[in-house]
């Protein structure tokens, strides 16, 4: 029987998985499939309504791509890794749902990359970053098409093109991660901003994150016209919700959210 590539485990409304395969939590393209199942049931489960990423041990968060697979079974670069990408999560149409990286160590190659498709990362104090794909001859494509959106242009040009290691007070300093926390200490801080934002109002999450998505590449003033386009806008202003945090605010009292 093969190794299983990860693990998850449901809490409320909280998703957790911790990528579990091999010393560096390493997957192929099969289990990269597997990961973009994963994610498509909890985008569409509406039971759940955010996630945390992470990985198994203290060493690594992911290495990416199995090249120790490769190796052995010359799977290609471009093969089909699921509707969601390498890992699941920078391709996947429509994932409104905010998710956490809990950055437990090195994070390489597709490893950095499924990071990247998080929208809130946590980085223990130990952890590494890189893009060594140049090294073996292989394309990054999220980090391609992402990173320079992320961190300055040249910083992200400079990385990609060296394959050359971060840390994480480097990865701190462009803004590639929110925190850095102790060793160990990834995992419960990720934990404590799920349950905070749970405490929110249910339809603000996934409308904030459309408004990201789509707004994205357009102008300011594009912005506000897809803004007002968006139907998870629609919903949080014809919301009972929007009149409860109105009628919560004037009465001196926490709102009691519907998600409706």
Known sequence: ?????????????????????????????????????????????????????????????????????????????????????FG???????????????????????????????????????????????????IPDSGVVKLRRRIPYHIAVEFM????????????HWGLVNYIVPKGESLNKAREIAQTLEAGPPLLYPAIKQVLQRTEMVTEHEGFRVYDSCAAVEAVNRSDDLLEGARAFTEKRDPVWKGR
């Open 1 to 85: 029987m093969s190794e299983k590539p990860f693990e998850s485990e449901r809490n409320g409304s909280i998703l957790e998985v911790t990528l579990a395969k091999g010393k560096a939590n390493a997957i192929t393209a099969s289990d990269s499939r597997d990961l973009s199942d994963l994610w498509t049931s909890f985008r569409d489960d509406p039971e759940l309504r955010f996630g945390i990423l992470t990985g198994r041990g203290e060493k690594f968060f992911s290495a990416g791509w199995d090249l120790k697979n490769v190796s052995e079974t010359s799977e290609a670069s471009d093969s089909y890794y699921g509707e969601g990408g």
């Open 161 to 172: 093109m060296t394959g050359r290691w971060m840390d994480a007070d480097e990865a701190k």
């Open 88 to 138: 699941g999560l920078n391709y996947l149409p429509n994932l409104n749902k905010p998710i956490i990286a809990a950055v437990n160590g090195i994070a390489c190659g597709g490893g950095f990359e499924m990071m990247l498709g998080t929208d809130i990362i946590i980085a223990e104090e130990h952890a590494t970053f890189a893009l060594p794909e140049i090294k073996v001859g292989v």
